[in-house]
């Protein structure tokens, strides 16, 4: 017999266990035999009955790490929809919630929305206390460093919608704040689906109106991938490993320049070959200054984020 006949057996084996032991209701024996299936062969019914049995056993977080690895496979039907939601619901994520339910058919949506407020409702009523300590921190984002920051955007996950969205247009108007914390806000109202209009300090620190909904994520914008196309180009010269530092690099660059890329990129081509020539110390090429001050400018500005 091969490896492979022997570790299909295996792993067919220990799913039948664990099914004879969830019959059984023998959660702990069912659970061992699943974990060690999944190590064999992450599918997605190996997946689902983790997941199942996780819940049963009140290991709601070690739960939500397995189902987010199959995360579509949870939202193919209204069942495994409400299955995931009540997870993540009983986990406080309340603003992965909505996100996930706006992306759903319309005719799903009203009574998955009821279900994500009644848990924020009830959340509301038993943890009031922690409710207000979260926004508060979150309302005064930068009051910490970058590393704090990013600390209470994680923690502000955990708000109910509303109290996120109160926050949100307070501080994407704070003048204190770190661009790349505004981006980030603006960009999970965005993922939110806010209707409503809000003023957005942008990188050349103008006041701008913006409505989230509208806005599209980075990787959809026109300028970003005429930037990615363009640089594909360079694949042959620089090998793909550098490629794909560099994609990874402009991404953060550019994110500080969102939603609006045309303020730092008035030609993509020379925009990509002066960043290829500063990088590699190669000829630089003719663009107009005022690009070459805002590509230096993000380049001064992701250095001291990262430093």
């Known amino acids: 017999m091969s490896a ?71 939202l193919n039907d209204q069942q495994n929809v409400q299955m995931y939601l009540n997870l993540i619901l009983h986990n406080h994520y309340f603003l992965n919630a909505w996100e996930i339910v706006a992306e759903l058919p319309k005719n799903w949506q009203d009574s998955f929305f009821s279900t994500i407020k009644k848990a924020e409702n009830n959340y509301r009523n038993a943890q009031a206390q922690t409710i207000k300590t979260v926004a508060r921190h979150f309302y005064h984002l930068s009051d910490g460093n970058l590393t704090d920051q990013q600390k209470r955007l994680m923690a502000a996950n955990k708000l109910p919608r509303d109290e996120y969205v109160v926050g949100a247009k307070f501080i994407l108007q704070d003048p204190f704040l770190t661009q790349m914390s505004r981006v980030s806000v603006l960009d ?15 990188l050349a620190t103008e006041l701008v109106t913006v409505v989230p909904a509208e806005l599209r994520d980075i990787f959809s914008d026109k300028v970003y991938q005429k930037v990615i196309s363009v640089l594909k180009g360079y694949e042959k010269k620089l090998g793909s490993d550098m490629i794909h530092g560099l994609s990874e690099q402009i991404q ?21 070959e002066g960043l290829i020539a500063e990088t590699f110390s190669f000829q630089l090429p003719i663009e107009s200054e005022n690009q070459i001050f805002w590509r230096q400018k993000l380049q001064n500005y992701l250095i001291n984020i990262l430093n």
């Open 4 to 74: 492979e006949f022997n570790q299909e057996l295996s792993y067919n084996t220990l799913v039948a266990k664990a099914k004879e032991a969830i019959n059984n209701n023998m959660l702990d024996q069912a659970l061992d035999s699943l974990i060690a299936a999944y190590q064999i062969e992450q599918t997605i019914v190996v997946n689902h009955l983790l997941v199942t049995v996780l819940i049963a056993q009140n290991q709601y977080q070690e739960a939500q790490m397995y189902a987010d690895e199959c995360l579509d496979s949870y």
């Open 188 to 202: 999970q109202l965005r993922r939110l689906h806010v209707t409503e209009s809000v003023q957005f300090i942008n």
């Open 252 to 272: 953060l660059l550019l994110m500080l320049a969102y939603p609006d890329l045309t303020l730092v990129i008035e030609d993509a081509t020379s925009w990509v």
